[in-house]
């Protein structure tokens, strides 16, 4: 019965994610970077678009979302001093994940009081105080966002992990499915770099994460929620329904994953639209290429000393670059200034054929969709794992920032743009795999596309009342999302659609196949892979 409601709660997943008519959907994630929303906002816009309604908890206002996505903005002004003065610290010392876990140790009160916020908000009030079944599916983080999965728990609601970042060995653990040390983490190359992830995991896994965000985070949610209770956290991670990495197999991220997951890398990328017309306006009046330069959200310029800047400014005036640069300031003919820039817009632009970045993993991604060549200037931990991508893919040039110098930073240039020609080849080439994939990121999310991966088309006919039977659809043919038995029959797969019927329990669940159909043992599987769930024998 267990496994026959657990497989029930994961046609559930697939029939919300597809669409059909609309269902309530959370997703909480007030503890975060901006540019971590750049990845949950298109998915939020998506499933609004499909109809469901989206109540999204977030710390940031994304004004591109649609009006019927109803966005509870949270203060995070603790948790966004918190990330200035950890970077600030970072730029001064070398970062290792010793020093990534330790900083993050002493934010814990900033990530304590965004959550706080977040569960005191008048509109989330009012959901705590409805009905603990009212929502068809939680998405949620497993990382600083752990007040998430209990929710999910407390609204016994089907659950997403979604964690957009370089750091799928921490999704991965959070699934009781590690990562071979060999290959996640800081120089996993080496025996040192093994043995280092593999002690850093153990400690985030038994010290940090319990202790600094599960224990303060459920006690929280305790004040608000007095009868919540919880036996295992790990375990409510570990019997999510299904998981987002943020990876891509065009970016080598190449690792034995569960079943129940998918990649989304790139679903934040689109295609460029038209520039304001003051900065198309600057493009247009010289025929010179240009130079686009952020650091990304994260890292401010006013965090980087003035020497710094000085040293900036100097290389690009002795090179004669042209250059749009995110920070406050003047502009002049060779350099325009933006306190902020559409930086996809920028990058779509054809006259835009360098991007120093710090090389966050949304920048990394937005330059290979757009072909740009990239000038990486790795500050923290997973931008230096995300620096080592370029180097593999020949994407750009590497200068740490540890050893940054006006001498090595305009080596850097003036390397990047003698070798344009052979780098250039590669990024375009990288780009057209990413784009003449069969799906979108996003269509993977939504489960959109017929018969591509292991998705799987549902449709849903909800009933009228709430806790009554869903009429669920699996429409065939589904060529490499059909399911299988462990002894599947000589014939091909059945193409009349299937039906399943979902019922609360202590009911039953059964798979009814049309009429002639073959069923080979109890459990079913996906091509290639273990089981997902056990049903009952067909009749």
């Not at 600094?212 to 019997?239: C, G, W």
């Not at 900065?279 to 650091?295: I, R």
């Not at 890292?299 to 640069?325: C, D, G, S």
């Not at 399943?500 to 202590?506: A, D, G, I, R």
């Amino acid at each position: 019965m267990g496994e026959t409601w657990h497989c029930a709660r994961l046609l559930l997943v697939l029939v919300l994610v597809v669409g059909g008519e609309g269902g309530r959907i959370l997703m909480y994630l007030p503890v975060a970077t901006r540019s971590h929303m750049t990845a949950w906002t298109p998915l939020a816009g998506a499933l609004s678009d499909a109809g469901h309604q989206v109540t999204y908890v977030t710390g940031y206002h994304a004004p591109e979302l649609p009006p019927a996505v109803n966005q509870l903005v949270v203060d995070n002004f603790l948790f966004r001093n918190f990330q200035d003065h950890f970077v600030m610290s970072v730029m001064k010392e070398e970062a290792t994940l010793w020093s990534l876990l330790a900083g993050i140790g002493e934010g814990w009160q900033a990530i304590l009081h965004t959550h706080r916020s977040a569960l005191k908000h008048p509109q989330f009030q009012q959901i705590l105080q409805e009905a603990s079944n009212g929502w068809d599916l939680v998405i949620a983080s497993p990382f600083l966002n752990e007040a998430g999965v209990m929710l999910a728990n407390h609204f016994k609601a089907p659950m997403i992990l979604y964690l957009p970042a370089n750091a799928g060995s921490f999704l991965s653990l959070s699934l009781g499915h590690p990562d071979s040390v060999a290959w996640s983490g800081a120089m996993a190359g080496s025996l040192i770099g093994r043995i280092n992830t593999l002690f850093g995991h153990m400690a985030y896994e038994l010290v940090v994460k319990p202790y600094y965000f599960v224990q303060p985070q459920y006690a929280e949610l305790k004040r608000h929620i007095p009868n919540y209770t919880t036996m295992s956290y790990s375990d409510l991670e570990r019997n999510a329904d299904f998981a987002f990495y943020f990876s891509s197999p065009h970016l080598g991220s190449m690792a034995p994953r569960l079943p129940n997951t998918a990649n989304t890398a790139f679903i934040q990328c689109r295609p460029g639209e038209n520039l304001d017309p003051d900065l198309e306006s600057w493009l247009a009046s010289s025929n010179d290429t240009v130079v686009y330069f952020s650091f990304g959200s994260a890292v401010q310029p006013e965090l980087l000393t003035p020497a710094t800047l000085t040293m900036f400014e100097k290389v690009f005036a002795r090179l004669h670059l042209r250059v749009i640069w995110k920070r406050s300031g003047g502009s002049t003919e060779r350099m325009l200034m933006r306190e902020w820039v559409d930086q996809q817009d920028v990058l779509a632009h054809p006259k835009v054929n360098i991007f120093i970045s710090q090389v966050g993993l949304m920048s990394l991604q937005e330059a290979i969709y757009h072909e740009v060549a990239i000038l990486g200037i790795p500050l923290l931990y997973e931008q230096k794992m995300n620096a080592e991508l370029i180097k593999k893919h020949n994407l750009g040039v590497v200068v740490d920032f540890s050893e940054l110098n006006e001498q090595n930073f305009s080596d850097a240039l003036v390397r990047l743009q003698r070798s344009q020609r052979t780098i250039q080849k590669s990024v375009t080439s990288l780009a057209h795999r990413v784009k003449d994939s069969r799906t979108t990121p996003l269509q993977v999310t939504r489960g959109g596309h017929q018969g591509a991966g292991r998705r799987v088309v549902v449709r849903v006919r909800h009933s009228t009342q709430r806790g009554q039977p869903a009429a669920v659809r699996l429409q065939a043919p589904l060529p490499r999302a059909v399911l299988q038995s462990r002894h599947p029959p000589p014939a091909s797969p059945p193409t009349p659609p299937l039906a399943w019927t979902s019922v609360p329990q202590p009911q039953a669940a059964s798979l009814h196949g049309p009429a002639g159909s073959q069923h080979h043992g109890t459990r079913w599987y996906l091509p290639d892979s273990s089981p997902i769930c056990s049903l009952p024998p067909l009749d």
